[in-house]
């Protein structure tokens, strides 16, 4: 797990430098390595897949971060629960995307 750790700290610095396919790579490294470990339906699988949306959202590839984005909140509300703060701020992550996409009914 400190290797996915690794891959989403580097995903996260590439996006924070703007450098989205990189980011993106990272983000798709760190995803495979938790759905082995831990299995498709972890939390913490959850966390890579949101982290790998905001990823494609800053990308301009929204329906990839949306799919993302709903993995995520699938994931989340069953084993966290819909009022769990991880879940709300997914919720926010994928009403973003759809406001990026100018999806605004489902925003």
Do not use: M, Q, W
Not at 32 to 52: C, E, F, M, N
Request: with cysteine; charged share 25%.
């Amino acid at each position: 797990l400190e290797t996915a750790s690794t891959y989403d700290n580097l995903g996260n610095a590439y996006k924070g430098c703007g450098k989205y396919d990189k980011a993106i790579e990272n983000h798709e490294r760190c995803l495979t390595i938790k759905v082995k470990t831990l299995g498709p339906d972890h939390p913490d699988t959850a966390s890579a897949y949101d982290s790998l949306g905001n990823a494609y959202s800053n990308s301009g590839d929204y329906d990839d971060a949306i799919e993302c984005h709903e993995r995520c909140l699938a994931i989340e509300s069953n084993t966290l629960g819909p009022d769990h703060l991880s879940t709300a701020s997914t919720y926010n992550n994928l009403g973003n995307a759809y406001n990026n996409k100018g999806d605004y009914d489902k925003a």
